[in-house]
């Protein structure tokens, strides 16, 4: 991994640091599911329920290709970087709204879901971006959903406060 990182410095500055965090949302992940198994995730806290969803989305939906498929038989590394940067965008995010969150209002990341639930979705449908459209377009579009992702984490921290 550390062979390759002064290429990716090159290309993008930021990704060798956004795919630290979200393999260590994946390692945490890993972490947390004995705990599952044991005791149920309604026993966790909210901080590792975030952990656990944004995990699932990172497997489902960035890990998981469909070689059949005409977005997702390759995935051209400025679409991998935007992708990654979204979920660990969305995944930090939600982690500060719940520590900002003020003690005497429960802030739980059932709420957290239900109020960012647009963007949950498009987080879900951007491996379905077409590579064939080009890079223009392809980041164009992700660069928007990165903005519509802090859009909405102002918008429900500005709703708890």
């Not at 656990?52 to 970087?81: E, H, S």
């Not at 059932?110 to 987080?123: D, G, P, R, Y």
């Not at 579009?141 to 406060?161: C, G, P, Q, T, Y």
Request: overall charge negative; aromatic content about 10%; charged content about 25%.
């Amino acid at each position: 991994m550390q062979a390759l990182e002064p290429y990716y410095e090159q290309i993008d500055p930021e990704w060798i640091n956004i795919r630290r965090k979200a393999s260590l949302v994946l390692q945490l992940e890993e972490d947390l599911t004995e705990i599952v198994q044991l005791v149920g995730k309604d026993s966790l806290n909210e901080s590792d329920k975030i952990t656990l969803d944004i995990a699932r989305l990172l497997r489902d939906d960035f890990l998981q290709q469909n070689g059949f498929t005409t977005y997702d038989r390759f995935c051209p590394f400025y679409k991998t970087v935007w992708m990654l940067r979204n979920f660990v965008a969305y995944y930090e995010l939600a982690q500060q709204s719940l520590e900002q969150a003020p003690p005497d209002q429960k802030l739980t990341w059932h709420q957290m879901k239900t109020q960012t639930n647009e963007v949950i979705k498009k987080l879900e449908g951007m491996k379905f971006q077409e590579p064939s459209d080009g890079e223009a377009a392809v980041s164009a579009w992700m660069k928007e959903l990165h903005d519509e992702i802090h859009s909405a984490f102002r918008s429900l921290n500005e709703n708890i406060v």
